[in-house]
């Protein structure tokens, strides 16, 4: 199941993004079985993106930290 989190609810900013067909399809597919906009998705799935990135690098740091 897919975790929905709420704060990603109410998007205030505006851009245009392109995707490719492959893409587009799946997050479409992905929207439609989890009953969520497409928008709440592709946001959920910038915010993975982003905590996983952050984790990514508070681990970095915590190896570097126990090398020296």
């Not at 709420?6 to 399809?25: A, K």
């Not at 597919?29 to 989890?34: A, I, T």
């Not at 984790?55 to 190896?63: F, I, L």
């Amino acid at each position: 199941m897919f975790h929905i989190d709420r704060e990603m609810l109410n998007p205030n900013i505006g851009v245009t993004v392109r995707f490719t067909s492959i893409l587009y399809n799946w997050l479409k597919q992905v929207s439609k079985r989890e009953g969520i906009s497409f928008n709440t998705l592709v946001l959920q799935c910038c915010k993975n993106c982003m905590e996983m990135d952050l984790s990514d690098d508070s681990e970095t740091a915590e190896a570097d930290k126990e090398k020296k």
